[in-house]
Nanobody, 126 residues
Framework: QVQLTESGGGSVQAGGSLRLSCVVSIRTFTTTALAWFRQAPGKEREFVGGISWSYSTYYADSVKGRFTIWRDNAKNTVYLQMNSLKPEDTAVYYC????????????????????WGKGTLVTVSS
């Protein structure tokens, strides 16, 4: 059974940084596209960024230049480094994996992600 387990959430002041981690227990990790989503209170879940097997990344405009995604295939872990945090970044952050593709599927619903973690809360205060 595939599991995705996020960690690293917490509270931070505006302008601060946090790093989220997600361990993905899937045998095909090296050929799995991965992504981070978030859901703010009262809002729809939205895409934050993703990474393909080739380490190629893609970000939402709202986080571009502030957030960085990378993967460590030796640890089956994907990371989300969040810098210059803003109060509007407050949300539950979810890690996701695409069990059917090694490349982020831009334009597909949820970028093709079909496996999800339970989320970790990030709160940014002003």
């Amino acid at each position: 059974q595939v599991q995705l387990t996020e960690s690293g959430g917490g509270s931070v002041q505006a302008g601060g940084s946090l790093r989220l981690s997600c361990v993905v227990s899937i045998r095909t990790f090296t050929t799995t596209a991965l992504a981070w989503f978030r859901q703010a209170p009262g809002k729809e879940r939205e895409f934050v960024g993703g990474i393909s097997w080739s380490y190629s990344t893609y970000y939402a405009d709202s986080v571009k230049g502030r957030f960085t995604i990378w993967r460590d295939n030796a640890k089956n872990t994907v990371y989300l480094q969040m810098n210059s945090l803003k109060p509007e970044d407050t949300a539950v952050y979810y890690c996701a994996a695409d069990s059917m593709s090694d490349t982020l599927r831009v334009g597909v619903e949820n970028y093709g992600m079909d496996l999800w973690g339970k989320g970790t809360l990030v709160t940014v205060s002003s």
